[in-house]
């Protein structure tokens, strides 16, 4: 093989590729083309995504809000609960002793 076939077959297996590149490029911007009325449908639901997660924001606060506050109260429930049952406590306390009081005085 001489120079000048050596240089035509590298041109040739040169353009061949060039040919694969460019068809290469063309079917890949053909599948991935976006149109310009799906951009508007992809800026609508990016909006739309936007707004969704404003209002996950703002009901996951909520939320946070309210646990806090239904905590709040069953502590202050608790409190009272444990204030009642002392009261009963101290109430059959006395009781008891009253009666054995006036057992007591009525027996002797």
């Known amino acids: 093989m ?37 951009m508007s449908d992809l800026d609508t639901m990016a909006q739309q995504l936007h707004e969704a997660e404003e209002v996950r924001d703002q009901a996951i606060t909520y939320y946070q809000q309210r646990e806090s506050e239904l905590i709040n109260q069953q502590s202050q429930t608790d409190a009272e609960l444990r204030a009642a049952m002392d009261g009963l406590r101290e109430a059959r306390q006395e009781a008891e002793e009253l009666r054995a009081y006036i057992e007591k005085h009525s027996a002797g």
């Open 2 to 38: 001489n120079r000048i076939e050596l240089i035509i077959a590298t041109a040739i297996v040169l353009f061949i590729a060039f040919l694969m590149g460019w068809f290469a490029h063309w079917l890949v911007h053909r599948f991935v083309r976006v149109g310009q009325g799906e």
